[in-house]
């Protein structure tokens, strides 16, 4: 089973800027499609940024899109979700989450494909 830890959460100001890291290990880092979800309190956990194996294809919902950035580096078996612009409504914990059986170019849309999961990291934007 592979681990995958996070780091870079805190507290900012909105309008503030954040970049979490996530390590993996275990693992052939390459061999796994990269996602970054969110769970506030008392809502339900959701997909943020998703990349591809070969790291060209990614996806973002509406409320992130032109704001987060996510990316990968398979040389270091590390993503990354660059956070610009945040807002109070981006608080929540952020994990990082492994998928496998994916194809090289595709994205890992839904939860359940997704196998191994960090612990989360707390992001928390001030008004």
């Known amino acids: 089973q592979g681990q995958l830890v996070e780091s870079g959460g805190g507290l900012v100001q909105a309008g503030g800027s954040l970049r979490l890291s996530c390590a993996a290990s275990?693992?052939?880092?390459?061999?796994?499609?990269m996602g970054w979800f969110r769970q506030a309190p008392g809502k339900e956990r959701e997909l943020v940024a998703a990349?591809?194996?070969?790291?060209?294809?990614?996806y973002y919902p509406d409320s992130v899109k032109g704001r987060f950035t996510i990316s990968r580096d398979n040389a270091k078996n590390t993503v990354y979700l660059q956070m610009n612009s945040l807002k109070p409504e981006d608080t929540a914990v952020y994990y990082c989450a492994a998928a496998d059986s994916v194809g090289y170019y595709v994205i890992a849309s839904f939860r359940n494909e997704y196998i191994d999961w960090g612990r989360g990291t707390q992001v928390t934007v001030s008004s």
């Open positions: 990349i591809s194996r070969s790291g060209t294809r990614t």
């Open positions: 275990g693992r052939t880092f390459s061999s796994y499609g």
